[in-house]
């Protein structure tokens, strides 16, 4: 009896200090959609479908990496979220990308840069745009009339 107890215990001792360790977070990498989402700029005549928003929770306890750069990160995927959500739209793409900040006192912020909230555990990032359809551009070749001489 003496000897099982002895296994138990150990067994108990080497699960309990093998999962002593915390794994890392892994981050995968995203890339803004150039094309199909718009900061600003967007000289392009549009119809707009609707407002399109996206939000993406994230780990940052990591200390691999800075808190702005995950913060990028996942602006980036919430921006790329945006599009999916446009596209079940059949919006051609997402214009006035903005990130949207809740303050204590329910005020509203949206800022054209990434800004996300962070409790120390976890990160978040709201984001919104406008899913748009790309209007036909006119052409532009002039007639050329005929004249008499």
């Known amino acids: 009896m003496k000897s ?3 296994q138990i ?10 999962c002593s360790s915390v794994p890392e977070p892994q981050h995968k990498s995203y890339h803004f959609p150039k094309g199909k ?4 700029g967007v000289k392009r005549p549009y119809k707009v479908l609707g407002v399109v928003r996206a939000k993406v929770n994230f780990p940052t306890l990591d200390p691999m990496r800075e808190e702005v750069d995950l913060c990028k990160n996942y602006y980036f995927k919430a ?7 446009a596209d079940e739209q059949e ?3 997402v214009v006035d990308v903005r990130s949207v900040v809740f303050l204590a006192d329910g005020r509203r912020e ?4 990434p800004e996300c909230s962070d409790d120390g555990l976890e990160g978040q990032i709201l984001v919104q745009g406008l899913a748009v ?17």
């Not at 215990?9 to 200090?17: A, D, E, T």
């Not at 989402?37 to 600003?40: K, L, R």
């Not at 949206?110 to 840069?113: A, D, S, W």
């Open 110 to 113: 949206v800022y054209p840069t």
């Open 91 to 93: 919006a051609d793409a």
């Open 133 to 149: 359809k790309w209007e036909k551009i006119p052409d532009q070749k002039l007639d050329k009339k005929k004249t008499k001489s």
């Open 9 to 18: 215990i150990w067994g108990l001792l080497v699960s309990v200090l093998g």
């Open 4 to 6: 099982h107890s002895k």
């Open 37 to 40: 989402a718009f900061v600003e």
């Open 79 to 85: 921006v790329k979220d945006l599009v999916s959500s």
